[in-house]
């Protein structure tokens, strides 16, 4: 019986179905498509091979992309024995048996390369579990992660591994594998040249899910060359990789945030559709743009936190699919609308100094004095009231009489804060003619 934790290549008849992906198996690295960033001349993973000094590793890709495939044949290059596990089916007790097992090889004078599918599911208990491991030699840790390490492996794991990060495979990879996968089958695709890039595009960047495309496609009996519609209605498109807790989340709400401060409003349409075609909640990113109209443009447009409220109602009223078209409008007119986060820089200003002041009380000629013994105290003494100076303006100073006045908001020049900018001035021009104390 094979070993449950072996590298699964146990015996199986030559007669059985093998899935095509498994049949192009790279037998060496030199066989690798793309990943050149790691396996180029002067990648890490060749110069570790070169110096014969491999260490621990993460790889960071998504799916598809051969994270699997480079530890195994990482671990043929060093002559250690191959174990894969995935973190989704392992708990402690496979992991214990695992450790031994590895143990008695070292004894043995064999290393063992541990290859950990999606290691980023281990919770920090079992990621510790394996640091007195990796420490003495017993084993040599590769983990796969599709999520982005930083935040989902332990601190004491990451310092004792290189991190790599593989990429999706772009286009002209992806078509270098379909011609390798031709020759195994031993058979032209039965593709026009634009249904062919049609089927490499089906993919989206993942080498396992083309070839599984392409196992379908050379299975069927037509008659001349498809083209992109008739490819169409015989497979479905590949669904986007997109995880509404993950990295794609994360990366694709800051595109869209930064396509609109770079008013940008083809970029922020593209990126909100990859969203909403991604399964988002649109109430998420309703709110999201909200946020950008009060962080990104503020006082610059104050109608801009308007369109994105209203829309975000009208989104509630329609639902979907309709009233995402609100949120699209919202999303145009903020790309387009004058950027400034004045406000936001003042807040946080006024935020810090709030903290750094403690509890500095109001200076007293702007305290109320509902009693006897608060007008005593000075409650209320030479408070100017704005309405009867000239121009309405006063002048008084409101911070504590121990705070050297501090310079907070300073409106930029687009938009409507160009007016405010003026209004600005001319207080500070009238406050600095009455002699305001400082």
């Known amino acids: 019986m094979a070993d449950l934790f072996d590298d699964g290549s146990a015996a199986m008849p030559d007669n059985a179905h093998r899935p095509l992906a498994d049949r192009l198996r790279p037998r060496a690295l030199a066989e690798v498509i793309g990943q050149q960033k790691v396996l180029g001349p002067d990648a890490p993973l060749t110069v570790m091979l070169a110096s014969g000094a491999l260490s621990s590793l993460v790889f960071w890709g998504p799916p598809g992309v051969g ?10 290059e060093t002559d250690l024995h191959f174990v894969q596990i995935s973190a989704i089916f392992s708990g402690v007790p496979e992991l214990r048996k695992v450790f031994e097992a590895a143990k008695i090889r070292r004894q043995n004078g064999q290393g063992t390369l541990l290859f950990v599918d999606e290691i980023h599911r281990f919770n920090k208990a079992q990621q510790d579990g394996f640091l007195p491991h990796m420490e003495d030699g017993t084993i040599l840790l590769v ?40 020759k195994e089958l031993d058979k032209t695709l039965p593709l ?106 503020g006082l610059a447009d104050p109608q801009a936190q308007a369109v994105c409220l209203q829309s975000w109602q009208t989104y509630e009223r329609l639902g979907s699919p309709e009233g995402e078209l609100a949120l699209a409008q919202a999303v145009a007119y903020l790309a387009l609308a004058p950027k400034s986060n004045a406000t936001y820089v003042a807040y946080k200003g006024a935020r810090r100094a709030a903290k750094e002041t403690g509890s500095e009380p109001p200076p007293k000629h702007i305290l109320n004095a509902p009693s006897k013994l608060m007008k005593e105290q000075g409650y209320g003494d030479g408070y100017a009231y704005d309405h009867d100076a000239e121009d309405g303006f006063s002048g ?38 009455r002699g305001d104390r400082e």
Do not use: C
């Not at 994270?67 to 043929?76: E, G, M, N, S």
């Not at 930029?412 to 003619?433: I, M, W």
């Open 67 to 76: 994270k699997t495939t480079i530890a195994r044949l990482l671990a043929d």
């Open 143 to 182: 983990g796969a992660t599709t999520e982005n390490p930083s935040f989902e492996l332990n601190a004491a794991v990451l310092s004792r591994a290189q991190v790599l990060v593989l990429e999706r495979l772009p286009l002209a990879d992806l078509e270098l594998l379909a011609q390798r996968a031709e």
């Open 192 to 297: 026009n040249g634009p249904g062919r890039e049609a089927l490499l595009e089906m993919a989206d960047g993942d080498g396992r899910a083309l070839l599984n495309l392409i196992e379908q496609v050379s299975a069927w009996k037509v008659e001349g060359k498809l083209d992109p519609p008739a490819l169409s209605q015989r497979l479905m498109r590949r669904a986007a990789q997109y995880d509404k807790s993950g990295d794609a989340h994360y990366n694709l709400i800051s595109a869209l945030h930064k396509s609109v401060r770079g008013s940008d409003p083809d970029a922020a349409l593209y990126w909100f559709a990859r969203m909403l075609e991604g399964g988002e909640d649109p109430r998420f990113l309703a709110r999201r743009i909200t946020r950008m109209a009060v962080e990104d443009i």
């Open 396 to 433: 008084q100073n409101y911070f504590p009489e121990t705070m050297k006045r501090p310079v907070l908001y300073a409106p930029v020049e687009r938009g409507f804060e160009r007016e405010l900018k003026k209004r600005l001035e001319y207080f500070a021009k009238l406050r600095l003619k």
